[in-house]
């Protein structure tokens, strides 16, 4: 997705702009650009494609660009071509590749989502003499801007509100007036924007690791409101033009937690933040030596309440509600059902107020998972978030939010929060069997037991890396890989396909090891890779079975279990162990070489791990 940047202030703005875009860069890019306010009239705008170090070189690493007020953009092509012309940031006058540098335009902006109507905002603006220069949404909503603000003679807020009440669809948007130098004017709906101040300084972001240098005292802007933001002080609007007060918040974040602190990337360092990102999201669940889901406002008469349980995410969110199935039908005894977010949003639902709406995301900006929350509470569901980030608009939205606190996670690849959202699982469907009756006091404990051992056991797979390492270097250019398991293993092995696929590049699949033989079996040939997933004792035969089925037709068998299952090398070619948890946490241990067999094939094969392509942190677009 794009980055945004913006800082008005007593210092130079490029150099703090190009950094702040460089802690962006995990989101995913193809473009970047800079406009610059030295105080005079006009804007200094300079583009480039590709990475950001060609806008840093072209800069001299923001030191050509003199000025103390500026935004900055890193483009995720939506509307248009990756190219400098569509490159932000965008102006009501003209702007093309040779056109840019010093412009007179009256306004100057840059975004994040999606203008769904822009095309018939460009007719209109075509008609009143408007001419574009590219192909993108942005240059619309700006050149929209522009025409409020010269037709009606209004100031920024109300040329901003009217066009908000005007477009349709999602954004982040950062500008600047020319009759307003040292000032930068934002609004933002249902994408992410935070803004901080410090001292005489104004910073305003997508994301906190772009300010995290600079400031820890922001504000979460609401949606369809508009901010004016000066050196050192923000204004808060709504859609009316009034002024509205805003919380300023303290963020917890360390700052080098937000940095590689001397691992190569920021996907192994995460995966190596496990055991913490673990240890914390239960200790954060646990008070006295129980559960307890008191900062959620889950109490025991709502859980009572809830007749069924429905789950809506993405991607490896999704995964997680894959796994949640098992474990909460099992000692909640409460019917789950899990729905990817972008089909649930377009489905007729049939709901009652009895079920409970859980929507699991790291960033707390999925546009489908969002999207998902509010048709749950549209229908009068009572809505549960599990998500990372504090204060994301998922977050700030449901009715219930159970933070996982796996801390800044900057690789495109989830590892750690996976694993800290299924810790939240595991306390919810643990708490809720207790408080209904369907486990007693003793196994209550057990389980907590279990949990708490969670993080230990995690390290020592990690200390024992090397075999996995010297594994997905062999089968890094494997054609076809394909994970098989049943039950909690097969929600397992869907988090592992995901993990080789987004890294690698490498095709895979994850299949229920009883559904093989019903077609897609077909493909198994020599050579090629089944990686299956044993963790589950009662289901451990089958899947053996279902892995020599495969082995007979020529496949190469990695098996993925636990100590003491010692039988399984008659089968297996090659076998990973993980320590012995209980059954429902074992997906916490056996997810772990499954990571590190992603991430080391992507690295076997000179790979961008932390930013895959195509791919991006958080999709705030549909
Ligand atoms: C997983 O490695 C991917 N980054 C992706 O599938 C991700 O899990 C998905 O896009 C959901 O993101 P969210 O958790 O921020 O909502």
Not at 138 to 151: A, G, H, N, Q, S
Not at 214 to 239: C, K
Not at 274 to 301: E, F, H, M
């Amino acid at each position: 997705m794009c980055g945004i940047v913006g800082y008005t202030g007593t210092s130079q703005a490029a150099p703090i702009l190009l950094d702040g875009l460089a802690r962006l860069e995990y989101r995913g890019y193809d473009s970047a650009g800079l406009a610059i306010r030295d105080g005079s009239e006009l804007a200094q705008v300079v583009k480039s494609t590709g990475k950001l170090r060609s806008l840093i070189e072209k800069t001299d690493s923001g030191r050509s660009l003199a000025g103390t007020c500026g935004i900055g953009h890193t483009r995720w092509a939506t509307h248009g071509e990756p190219s400098q012309t569509n490159a932000h940031p965008h102006v009501s006058g003209n702007c093309t590749g040779s056109a840019c540098g010093q412009v007179e335009s009256e306004v100057v902006g840059v975004h994040n989502g999606i203008i769904e109507n822009y095309l018939e905002l460009r007719d209109k603006l075509s008609r009143h003499g408007y001419q574009f220069y590219s192909e993108t949404d942005t240059e619309v909503v700006v050149k929209l801007i522009d025409y409020y603000y010269r037709k009606y003679k209004i100031g920024p807020v109300d040329a901003i509100n009217r066009t908000l009440v005007r477009v349709r669809g999602t954004y982040a948007l950062a500008l600047m007036f020319r009759d307003h130098p040292g000032e930068i004017y934002a609004a933002r709906k249902d994408a992410p924007m935070i803004i901080g101040v410090s001292g005489e300084n104004s910073y305003l972001a997508s994301d906190v690791p772009a300010i995290l240098n600079y400031t820890r005292s922001v504000y979460y802007i609401g949606n369809l409101q508009i901010a004016r933001v000066l050196p050192g002080e923000v204004h808060f609007y709504d859609l009316n033009g009034d002024e509205v007060q805003l919380e300023r918040t303290e963020i917890t974040w360390d700052a080098k937690a937000a940095e590689k602190n001397g691992f190569e990337h920021f996907m192994i360092k995460e995966i190596y933040e496990q055991p913490a990102a673990v240890r914390d999201t239960l200790a954060s669940l646990l008070c006295d030596g129980k559960i307890s889901l008191a900062d959620t406002g889950l109490d025991d008469t709502t859980l009572r309440s809830v007749s069924s349980i429905r789950i809506v995410a993405c991607g490896s969110a999704w995964h997680v509600g894959m796994a949640a199935q098992y474990i909460l039908e099992d000692l909640a005894q409460i019917p789950v059902r899990v729905e990817l977010a972008s089909e649930y949003r377009y489905r007729k639902v049939l709901s009652d107020d009895r079920e409970l709406l859980i929507v699991i995301s790291q960033s707390g900006e999925t546009a489908d998972s969002l999207a998902a929350l509010r048709k749950g509470k549209d229908m009068g569901i009572r809505t549960l978030a599990i998500v990372n980030v504090v204060g994301s608009t998922i977050a700030r939205e449901a009715d219930h939010v159970l933070y996982t606190h796996a801390g800044p996670e900057i690789a495109v690849a989830t590892t750690k929060a996976y694993s800290s959202q299924l810790i939240a699982i595991y306390c919810l469907a643990v708490e809720t069997a207790f408080m209904l009756g369907r486990i007693d006091e003793e196994a209550y404990e057990y389980y907590i037991q279990e949990l708490t051992s969670l993080p230990d056991k995690i390290t020592r797979i990690l200390e024992e890396k090397e075999r996995i390492q010297w594994f997905a270097s062999k089968y890094s250019n494997a054609r076809d890989i394909f994970f098989i398991g049943r039950g909690l293993d097969y929600a397992i092995s869907l988090e592992g396909s995901l993990k080789a696929k987004e890294i690698s590049y490498v095709h895979s699949e994850a299949y229920a090891a009883g559904e093989l033989k019903h077609g897609t079996i077909s493909l198994i040939e020599d050579n090629i890779l089944v990686i299956g997933v044993l963790t589950q004792k009662d289901l451990f035969e089958k899947t053996v079975s279902n892995m020599a089925e495969c082995k007979a037709r020529g496949a190469y068998l990695m098996a993925l279990t636990s100590y003491g299952n010692y039988s399984v090398e008659d089968s297996a070619d090659f076998t990973v162990y993980v320590p012995k948890a209980d059954p429902h946490f074992m997906a916490s241990l056996a997810v772990v070489p499954l990571q590190l067999f992603g991430y080391y094939s992507g690295v076997a094969r000179g790979l961008d791990v932390d930013k895959p392509r195509n791919l991006a942190k958080s999709v705030t677009v549909e």
